[in-house]
Nanobody, 125 residues
Framework: QLQLVESGGGLVQPGGSLRLSCAASGFTLDYYAIGWFRQAPGKEREGVSCISSSGGSTNYADSVKGRFTISRDNAKNTVDLQMNSLKPEDTAVYYC??????????????????WGQGTQVTVSS
């Protein structure tokens, strides 16, 4: 069964940090671009960050530039999203997605072939 599973979400105070991880099972991520997306209640899903299959190219939404860092470890079949200086407006369900035909210039939008079930991130004092 091909599956993506996110982990690492939780409750954190403003200014704090969290590290999300996306793990694949049933397939290797080596040839896939990976994107992180988020969706807050009442809002549309938005692309947060994405990384090319080689890890050589990364993109970030303007709202998270300088605060979030995406990285991948193809040996471990995982992609992480380090989130620093978190703000209440970062509160959302975060999803990872894998796309084999995703073009880096459009990777904050897609298309993506596989999606995880999401992990909740809540930033609140």
């Amino acid at each position: 069964q091909l599956q993506l599973v996110e982990s690492g979400g939780g409750l954190v105070q403003p200014g704090g940090s969290l590290r999300l991880s996306c793990a694949a099972s049933g397939f290797t991520l080596d040839y896939y671009a990976i994107g992180w997306f988020r969706q807050a209640p009442g809002k549309e899903r938005e692309g947060v960050s994405c990384i090319s299959s080689s890890g050589g190219s990364t993109n970030y939404a303007d709202s998270v530039k300088g605060r979030f860092t995406i990285s991948r470890d193809n040996a471990k079949n995982t992609v992480d999203l380090q989130m620093n200086s978190l703000k209440p407006e970062d509160t959302a369900v975060y999803y990872c997605a894998a796309g084999i035909t995703t073009v880096q210039a459009m990777c904050l939008k897609g298309p993506y072939d596989y999606w995880g079930q999401g992990t909740q991130v809540t930033v609140s004092s």
